[in-house]
């Protein structure tokens, strides 16, 4: 299995720009997260979709971000526009729906930077 | 209050100590916890999940206090490749999400 891929591993975009991160699950994993982390904040999950429906957007900070989830196989999250604070490293994760010690495989993150 | 909390650190031992990290959890309602751990500049991957009666795999002991709302992990005689980030985990009320903590940092030196 070729675990959570996500593109591009490495974004430099300036203030104002479209942001487009992409995330390919695990196949027959029906759980999809992302999360954000700084070091001033650490870990912090942004929003999670089961069977590509979206449970929990509470994480996302602003309306200037937002996630889909098209089919199993794929996932999006776009930050328009894109502001110097939004830079951090953005990880996809996903997971086997249930189970309570179930665990979550994660992507190797895209470092996004924002001048 | 944050709903994990961790001792950032960095924790800095000599090789052969023993080391232990502590988690605090606000939501009494938690029913699963882990221990996950991330290298420098790589993505968090599982180290051990951390079951009620405390579990045991190798030189890491994980303990759960419910009570307390208290999660620890002991690494006995560590090694220099156990350097990095240890993060604390707790599932959502929901059982549906994890919530990590921010993460102790360990050093390991010959």
């Known amino acids: 299995d070729a675990g959570v891929i996500q593109s591009p591993r490495h974004e430099v975009t300036e203030m104002g720009q479209e942001v487009t991160l992409r995330c390919k699950p695990i196949?027959?994993?029906?759980?999809l997260f992302w999360y954000r982390q700084t070091m001033m904040r650490g870990l912090e999950l942004l929003i999670y979709?089961?069977?590509?429906?979206?449970?929990?957007d509470s994480g996302m900070p602003e309306d200037r971000f937002s996630a889909k989830m098209p089919n199993a196989s794929f996932s999006t999250l776009k930050i328009q526009p894109s502001e110097p604070r939004d830079s951090a490293v953005y990880f996809c994760a996903s997971s086997p729906f249930g189970g309570m010690n179930t665990e979550a495989f994660f992507g190797q993150g895209t470092r996004l930077t924002v001048v | 209050r944050k709903e994990v909390e961790q001792d950032p650190g960095p924790f800095n031992v000599p090789e052969g100590a023993t080391v232990a990290f502590n988690c605090t959890y606000s939501?009494?309602?938690?029913?699963?916890f882990f221990w996950y751990r991330q290298d420098c500049r790589k993505e968090p991957k599982l180290l051990m999940s951390?079951?009620?009666s405390g579990n045991e795999d190798g030189r890491f002991t994980a303990q759960l206090n419910r009570a307390s709302q208290y999660i620890s992990l002991l690494i006995r005689d560590s090694k220099l490749s156990d350097s990095a980030t240890y993060l604390c985990?707790?599932?959502?009320?929901?059982?549906?999400?994890?919530?990590f903590g921010k993460g102790t940092t360990l050093s390991v030196s010959s």
């Open positions: 939501n009494s309602a938690s029913q699963s």
């Open positions: 985990v707790v599932k959502n009320q929901a059982g549906t999400a994890l919530i």
């Open positions: 951390v079951y009620s």
């Open positions: 196949s027959g994993h029906n759980s």
């Open positions: 979709f089961n069977n590509n429906v979206p449970i929990d």
